[in-house]
């Protein structure tokens, strides 16, 4: 008979074969990168990584900058209005991005904003179509992470006393919702760069790998991983370390010691 | 006062501005505030968990509505100095919400409802947060405060022991409407039904 010793152990087995097969996917191109050292390394100053994570990088920052420009407000709407069709709306532009496959997305964009949009707006290689791919894909972590908190503060009705105290809606965002969520939003965007760091697919098509311009981490790997060079090793290390290093960072600032 | 459910809450939010009535008229000082935003009411409002702002100090909880109103730096420490006295938290200017007991809050709640020199002050269960050690401390003082304010107020409270330690008129609610309403002795001598008087009896009276 099994007790509940047995049981108790059955889960944390089942958690440790997960942990251990995380870990060991994320561990592992480190050690396959001491198998050959002096190429990764060398690699490590190509002008063309560089480059890629250079632009990687800034097009990132520049991406989370927008996100919370359009997606604190977008968080503010889905929070506080009520109006038909509310969840479904939400749904479809906060997760249904992340469920797109990653070349559906950058065929709408070529489609969209390509040589042949109805909108007469050509936008491919260029580093606005890099920064248009990652928004649609890495923004609506702002925005899902900011809801929530904009959700708990309107919960606790703090809201309503600010408007008692004769501020008008637009001064309860500025002074209430704002501040009770700068831990949020940091968070939000936080998650929000490191997906754009990863973003393939609108990348990819639409805009392009032109190495020195538009070439990015991902799609440098992507392009490059077929041959298994150390570059392509070199990058995937670079890309998987500086959104490891910024979600831990993030959780280690934010946490301030606390147990949870 | 009135049992939960009883809709006590609803009518305190009504009041506010936060809950729109279906129908009927709210008057205020002579005027129907109905279509009023709640930011034009000028009413004191202390929410039961007291609604303070976790980011700001005492001073800039107190001084959030004279601030959004576009006083200015002078008129604003005038403000709070003044509030702070009148609740007994004179030197508090500068403590963090969450440095201070429940008792404490309550009055920075008070200081910042009646900074904005309401109308009316309307509170939600003052008391059912404070423990029962120092609740009568926390009452007297409320006692105290009310006797130095010239405004209507109006609290809601589900305990009987409350209202009359606190009250000078009764409103007895059941069922979403007012049952009975007059002064706390009239209330006290005639209970009008059943209900209120079983209301109104200690739970270990029979």
Known sequence: MLNSKHLIFLLYFLAGCLLLFLITTILFQYYVALGSLHQVLAAFTSDRILSALWLSITSSIVTTILAIVFGVPLAYLFAIKQFRGKIPLETVVVDVPQTFPPVAEGMIFLLMLGPTSPFHINLTFTFTALVIAKFFIAGPFVVSTVARRFREIQKSGINLTARSLGANPFQVFTTVFIPMSLTDIAAGATLCWSRAMGELGGSLLFAGVIPFKTEVLPTFIALDAKTLTAEALAATILGTTASMLALVTFKKITLKGEKI | MGISGSGKTTLLLTILGIIQPKKGRI?????VINDTPIEERNIGYLPQDYGLFPHLNVFDNVAYGLKVRGASKTEQGQGVKEM????????FEKRKIKEMSGGQRQRVGLARALAIKPDLLLLDEPLSNIDQITKLEVA?????????????????THNHEDALFL????????????????SVKEIMNNP?????????????AT
């Not at chain 2, 702070?84 to 030197?91: F, K, M, T």
């Not at chain 2, 007297?140 to 130095?148: I, V």
């Not at chain 2, 009008?192 to 270990?204: A, H, Q, V």
């Open chain 2, 27 to 31: 008057v205020l000082n002579d005027k």
């Open chain 2, 167 to 182: 009250a000078e008129n009764l409103a007895i609610m059941n069922e979403g409407k007012i049952e009975q309403i007059g």
């Open chain 2, 140 to 156: 007297t003082h409320l006692k105290n405060l009310f006797a130095k304010l010239d405004i209507p107020i109006i609290l809601v």
């Open chain 2, 192 to 204: 009008k039904t059943p209900f209120i008087k079983r209301l109104l009896t200690p739970f270990n």
């Open chain 2, 84 to 91: 702070l006295a009148l609740v007994e938290l004179e030197g």
